[in-house]
């Protein structure tokens, strides 16, 4: 099914139903940019799949499938350990924004 029809659907039948339905909807089938994903889905918790990393860097992501949303960081990791790590659970702040816990005390 075409991904721009598959969005218009889940929108009509999201108008009859809760949000707790909607957030176990996977979101999407199509690769995106990490800056992309940041954009379109700001300041909250992400399930991805099929994640492909920079080059010279294998923590920083280049792109992948957004699987989930409206999911919180303890869902998510418990689906991490459960899939053996085939979803991984990311905040999408942006890179320039102090997240909490990212800073220790090095005294």
């Known amino acids: 099914m075409d991904v721009l029809l598959n969005n218009v659907i889940l929108k009509e039948i999201s108008k009859h139903i809760g949000k707790k339905w909607r957030a176990e909807v ?36 280049k792109s992948a499938v957004v699987k ?13 350990i459960q899939t053996n790590g085939e979803i991984l659970g990311r905040y999408t702040t942006p890179d320039n924004v102090f997240q ?6 090095f005294g």
């Open 26 to 61: 996977f979101c999407m089938n199509e690769r995106l940019t990490w800056e992309q994903i940041q954009e379109k889905y700001p300041d909250q918790w992400i399930g991805l799949v099929e994640v492909e990393y920079e080059p010279d860097n294998d923590a920083t992501i």
């Open 68 to 80: 989930y949303t409206n999911k919180s960081k303890s869902e998510l990791t418990r689906m991490q």
């Open 100 to 105: 909490l816990g990212a800073v220790g005390y």
